[in-house]
């Protein structure tokens, strides 16, 4: 079976421009998690949804950030008016039900993005 | 508080044994997650703690103290390719939010 995928893997884009990142959970997991990891740093939680819910958006950075899940499947996170600050790796991942269960969350490679 | 504490390095010799620490001020607990992350790759899943105690797998150990707000992770007899970094992530069930720590960069020598 396959794992988390998300696309692209690495994105390159100018300051200003809007970016879309893509995320396939594994098949048949209901949670799904959006995390913002700068260079050395630990992961930063943005956003989770139960289905097509999200039950919490309070840790998206700014109101330029703004995610979607439809089906409860595929998510995409997207991000407007890129600005440099937003240079980082964007990991999605999922989870049979929901994390506080004991569930573990499975990552997926990672979208790269660079904003120049 | 949500501070989740770790040390930022440590080195260890092939063969040892190394314990890395992670303290926690969080309110909401619920459990606490060990991910291992190679660079340049996504964490994969070490363990999780509910119950106080320790839990072992394998080479890998992991061990929760809930009043104290501590918890370690334990690796016996390190592999070069346990060189990587190791990331506690406390599960806040009020706001289902995972908060990592910045995560402890492990270099295993020959």
């Known amino acids: 079976g396959a794992g988390v995928s998300q696309s692209p893997s690495n994105k390159v884009t100018e300051k200003g421009k809007d970016v879309e990142l893509r995320c396939d959970p594994i098949?048949?997991?209901?949670?799904l998690y959006w995390y913002r990891q700068s260079l050395g740093q630990g992961l930063e939680f943005l956003i989770y949804?139960?289905?097509?819910?999200?039950?919490?958006k309070s840790g998206l950075p700014s109101d330029r950030f703004s995610a979607e899940r439809t089906g409860g499947s595929v998510s995409t996170l997207t991000i407007q008016r890129t600005q440099q600050e937003d240079s980082a790796v964007y990991l999605c991942?999922?989870?049979?039900?929901?994390?506080?269960?004991?569930?573990?969350?499975?990552f997926g490679p990672g979208t790269r993005l660079l904003v120049l | 508080g949500q501070n989740i504490d770790q040390p930022t390095e440590m080195t260890a010799t092939e063969g040892a044994i190394v314990q890395i620490n992670c303290t926690y001020q969080?309110?909401?607990?619920?459990?606490l997650f060990w991910y291992q992350q190679h660079a340049g790759e996504a964490p994969t899943f070490l363990s999780y703690?509910?119950?106080?105690g320790l839990e072992e797998k394998g080479r890998f150990s992991s061990f929760l103290s809930r009043s104290k707000g501590y918890s370690y992770l334990l690796l016996k007899e390190l592999q070069m390719k346990d060189s990587a970094s190791y990331l506690c992530?406390?599960?806040?069930?009020?706001?289902?939010?995972?908060?990592f720590g910045s995560g402890t960069r492990l270099l295993v020598r020959p």
């Open positions: 949804f139960q289905g097509n819910s999200a039950p919490d």
């Open positions: 991942a999922s989870s049979l039900a929901q994390a506080g269960e004991g569930e573990t969350q499975y």
């Open positions: 703690n509910v119950l106080d």
């Open positions: 969080t309110s909401g607990f619920n459990g």
């Open positions: 992530a406390a599960w806040m069930y009020s706001s289902y939010k995972l908060i």
């Open positions: 098949s048949g997991h209901t949670a």
